[in-house]
């Protein structure tokens, strides 16, 4: 499956973005999609995950309660960002993975296949 990423931009603390991830290819049933960022300097880390099929999230905690991961009917995953934070400010990636056992997901190894990322800056 190929991903596409957008979304990204440059907001003031406090604001919002929606990131999109569209699959091209297939679809994405059968799959768990995850959105990872990465600051310069920093490790890729994980930021939320959700499972096609059924619908369950999971999200790192310094993003829960600010950030949404949802999908549609057909082959996009949102991630909606409320009140970012400069510290919020990192390249983001989505990820897709046939792996719907594992219930965490959290590491990027556990990924086969990502888009191409968007910047996200938020500016204090």
């Known amino acids: 499956v190929q991903l596409q990423a957008s979304g990204g931009g440059l907001v003031q603390a406090g604001g919002s973005l929606r990131l999109s991830c569209a699959a091209s290819?297939?679809?994405?049933?059968?799959?768990?999609i995850g959105w990872f960022r990465q600051a310069p300097g920093k490790d890729r880390e994980f930021v939320a995950r959700?499972?096609?099929?059924?619908?369950?999230t999971s999200y790192a905690g310094s993003v829960k309660g600010r950030f949404t991961i949802s999908r549609d009917n057909a082959n996009t995953v949102y991630l909606q960002m409320n009140s970012l934070k400069p510290e919020d400010t990192a390249v983001y990636y989505c990820?897709?993975?046939?792996?719907?056992?594992?219930?965490?997901?959290?590491?990027?190894?556990?990924?086969?296949?990502w888009g191409q990322g968007t910047q996200v800056t938020v500016s204090s």
């Open positions: 959700i499972r096609w099929s059924g619908g369950s």
């Open positions: 990820a897709a993975d046939r792996n719907v056992i594992v219930s965490s997901m959290t590491d990027p190894l556990q990924y086969d296949f």
């Open positions: 290819g297939r679809t994405f049933s059968g799959y768990t």
